[in-house]
Every structure is written in C-alpha cells, then in structure tokens.
C-alpha cells in the first residue's frame, strides 16, 4: 500500500492535508503539484510496466491533469490494486478511473464509489462477472458529459 488520496473535498485548502486527491488539485491548481514520494514510486513503476499495455500512447507528465495521468495517479495511490492485484484488476481500475475522470464523473448523479479503494465490483452502475472481471456499465440517465468512444 501506498498513501492514500484523501477524498474529494472539493476545497483549495491544502494546509494538513497529507495527500491531496488529484480531482481537488487539479481544479484549484490546474496541475497536481502534492506527490507522496510512495506515490510517485508506484507510479513510476507502473508507467514503465503498466502504461505501455494499456495506453501505448500515454506521454503525461506526472504533473498533468490529464484525465489519463490523473487514473495513473489515483492507481499508484493507496491499496488500488496496483500491486499484487491480477493484471485485469488493475486494467479495469485503470479503465473505469479514466472513464470517470475524463466523463465528468463527479457531477454523475449515480457514481458511489467510484475511484475509491473499495472493489469496482461495488461501484454504482458497474456490473462485473463471477470472477470479478468488469463486463458491463449502465452510464444512461446519470450526466455524462461527452461521447464515450467504443
């Protein structure tokens, strides 16, 4: 494990927080500018072995508030599965993560859960199989903002 992002606070007042999630940095600073150095550690661990199977393209810096590197972050941090997990674990954690960053998520009406530690098996609208494997989302009706691509 890792430190774990504290949750979303929507504030800007970072005095005594130990690690800020990187939603609230990124919309008051435009950039995530609080690391934990075990952070970082994971999440240079996983840029170098994870990233490239999943995101071949991925060129953020650990700074960015891309939605992509924001998932890479919240990944690295905390028990996110981002060690010992199955490949799968962290593939749909990624997935779902990015899903929700680069989606609007935190204005969805129906997101419970999501991008927390607790299994994405749990998280509202999220449907996984026997195995724990994320086979479905039911994202109708819940404020998505864009297009999700195929």
Do not use: M
């Amino acid at each position: 494990a890792t430190t774990p992002l504290e949750p979303v606070s929507s504030s800007c007042n970072f005095r005594g927080v130990v690690q800020p999630h990187v939603i609230d940095q990124c919309a008051c600073d435009g950039k995530i500018t609080i690391i934990a150095d075990d952070i970082l550690e994971r999440y240079n661990s996983l840029l170098e072995t994870f990233i490239p199977e999943v995101l071949p393209n991925f060129g953020e810096k650990v700074d960015s508030c891309d939605p992509s590197n924001q998932a890479l972050v919240w990944l690295s941090s905390g028990t996110n599965n981002a060690g010992e997990a199955p490949e799968f674990v962290r593939q749909d954690r990624y997935a779902l993560a990015y899903l929700y960053l680069d989606q609007g998520g935190i204005a969805w009406s129906d997101s419970q859960g999501w991008i927390t530690e607790q299994d994405a098996c749990l998280w509202d609208r999220v449907s996984c199989d026997s195995d724990g494997r994320v086979i479905g989302l039911d994202l109708s009706k819940n404020g998505i903002i864009g297009q999700v691509s195929t």
